[in-house]
């Protein structure tokens, strides 16, 4: 992208990874400065970015989409890490060039998306999900009659806030498990009628 560049760039293997925005120590980070090098990660096709101001570490995944965008995936403030804690460690772990080359910040990604208000909210508007919540509510009250389609207009319009239901973010979050639960219904192998037995299922021969 001309006229748009990066501070610094991390290659592995003579593999770009990772872009790195620099700003003054002391100042405080914003998400717009790290707009010129999201811009230039997406025209190199590389999905990480890291902005320090060298206190204060943060690194976004990039989406892309249209417009192209970014996510905060981790925050870390040098001054708060303890080397004793291992959460702490790792936590740097992710970030180091082992990590890098195991993948390890993108299984923190995948593990973070899947616990995400939008993943979560999706979830509960499952079909699995809601006739759980009907069964546990007929057991409670087993004198009123409670059908799905009511649970789920209660989840929609008084539980899930409207945030975590509309936008891109819910839309692929929908889009992920309907894919999950359709792999796993072709994986489901077929049950033989009841009643026939696999000997009626064999050809005969003449």
Not at 16 to 44: C, F, M, P, R, S
Not at 68 to 88: A, H, N, T, Y
Not at 162 to 171: H, Q
Request: aromatic letters at 6%; charged letters at 30%.
């Amino acid at each position: 992208m001309r006229g748009t560049f990066c501070d610094l760039a991390i290659k592995i293997d003579n593999q770009l990874q990772t872009l790195i925005e620099v700003k003054a120590i002391g100042l405080e980070l914003k998400d717009q400065h790290v707009k010129q090098a999201i811009d230039y990660a997406a025209n190199q096709g590389v999905d990480w970015v890291l902005l320090t101001n060298g206190i204060t570490w943060r690194v976004y995944h990039l989406v892309f989409a249209k417009p192209i965008d970014q996510e905060l995936v981790l925050e870390i403030d040098f001054c708060g890490l303890s080397p004793r804690l291992e959460s702490d460690i790792e936590l740097l772990y992710l970030w180091c060039k082992e990590g890098w080359q195991r993948s390890m910040l993108g299984e923190y990604h995948i593990q973070k998306q899947a616990l995400s208000r939008f993943f979560v909210g999706a979830m509960l508007q499952t079909d699995a999900v809601i006739d759980v919540v009907r069964r546990e509510l007929r057991r409670v009250s087993p004198d009123v009659r409670i059908d799905s389609d009511q649970i789920r207009d209660v989840l929609i319009k008084e539980v899930i806030k409207r945030e975590v239901m509309e936008g891109e973010k819910a839309d692929e979050a929908r889009k992920k498990i309907m894919k999950a639960a359709n792999k796993a219904l072709r994986a489901t192998p077929a049950k033989p009628a009841k009643g026939k037995s696999a000997a009626e299922d064999q050809p005969t021969s003449d």
